[in-house]
């Protein structure tokens, strides 16, 4: 199998350049040491091997399609998800009590980068899942996180980041998509929203969308955006799951990434789109940034990730078995 990362390089740079071992002094990462994560980096690598790697170049040939209402993506994704929900890669920075196995963040990341070099088409779905799941575990009340944590943990709805509108991308200031109170907690959604990674697919069962809304009568501008939780499917007062009224009409297709898919979301066009609050009114920006700078991190890791690859893919004559060991001192 060609080669698209090198594990020895990336234990240089956490233990020898960022000494990731000194975080393990902290009470927080009391479950994990030196082997721990030696441990999780080769799990994530024989997983970016069986799962990731050999369906790369596939993704790309066949990109995900909307066709008839529905987002068609690559079959992997469904047992992506699976392995990702079963084997707590959803949660890994996540606090214990929320279900997740509070890893250093330095770490996560660089398993993602194992998985973003060997595939870049797939861990935006699981990234996004895991920002949309974090923001509900950071601002949520009790009744969001029991409702919303263990089925997109366990890799059976996927997240999204719902801010960009087609009036509203960078200037997020004019944004209208319009929540109107049904009580202090839930809300009527309506309005639309564009380029949203990961919005739809046949791999989960639902879809979190953390969208970005105005309440009615709330001031212009950033300060009268909330921030809601507005599932495709809600649960209702018989714990059974309904259609929440928000579709996808559309797909986008993206340069380099053809596998991951973004579609064009619109709510309540029937108006039956119920939308959690999370938090305070007008706060939404302020708490939507935790994900936004964590899909910035991403970002940088799938350009970071993307780049390996290709530097490991055409030039041979950098693969020479390097170790921690062999490299000079100085480095
Ligand atoms: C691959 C991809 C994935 C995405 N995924 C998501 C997602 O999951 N969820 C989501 O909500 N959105 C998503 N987006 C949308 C993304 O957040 C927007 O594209 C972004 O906010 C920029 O908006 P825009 O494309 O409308 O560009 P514009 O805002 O129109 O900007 C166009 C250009 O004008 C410049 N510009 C804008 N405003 C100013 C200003 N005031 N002063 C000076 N220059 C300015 C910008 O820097 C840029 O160069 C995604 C986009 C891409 C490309």
């Known amino acids: 199998m060609a080669k698209y990362m090198c594990m020895d390089t990336l234990r240089f740079l956490l233990f020898d350049v960022h000494k990731i071992q000194d975080l393990l002094k902290y009470e927080r990462f009391i479950n994990f040491d030196e082997s721990s994560i030696d441990i999780l980096l080769d799990a994530a690598k024989s997983w970016a091997d069986q799962d990731f790697y050999p369906y790369y170049r596939e993704m ?101 980041m719902a801010l960009t509108e087609p009036q509203a991308g960078s200037s997020l200031s004019d944004i209208v998509t319009s929540a109107s109170p049904i009580n ?83 709510y309540g066009e029937k108006e039956d789109c119920v939308g959690y609050l999370v938090g305070e009114p007008n706060q939404g920006l302020k708490y939507m940034f935790q994900m936004m700078n964590g899909a910035r991190i991403d970002v940088g890791m799938t350009a970071a990730s993307t780049a390996t690859a290709a530097y490991y893919a055409v030039a041979p004559i950098c693969q020479r078995k390097t170790t921690r060991q062999t490299y000079p001192k100085h480095w």
């Open 60 to 160: 790309d040939e066949k990109p995900v399609y909307f066709k008839d209402g529905k987002t068609y993506c690559h079959p992997i994704l469904k047992k992506i998800f699976q392995h990702a929900g079963e084997n707590g890669w959803l949660g890994t920075y996540f606090d214990n009590e929320d279900g997740g196995m509070q890893m250093p963040l330095t770490l996560s990341n660089a398993t993602n980068h194992i998985l973003e070099a060997a595939n870049n088409h797939i861990p935006g779905y699981l990234g996004l899942t895991s920002g949309a799941a974090h923001l509900i575990a950071t601002f949520g009340n009790e009744s969001l996180k029991s409702t919303f944590l263990p089925p997109m943990l366990s890799g059976k709805w996927g997240g999204t």
């Open 184 to 266: 202090d907690r839930l809300f009527h959604i309506k309005g639309q929203k564009i380029f949203i990674s990961g919005g739809d697919h046949e791999a989960v069962d639902n879809f979190v969308h953390l969208t970005l809304a105005r309440v009615d009568g709330a001031p212009q501008g950033t300060k009268g955006i909330s921030l809601f939780v507005v599932p495709k499917y809600r649960v209702n007062e018989s714990g059974e799951l309904v259609y929440n009224d928000v579709c996808a009409v559309a797909d986008f297709q993206k340069l380099g990434q053809r596998g991951y898919s973004t579609v064009h979301l619109v």
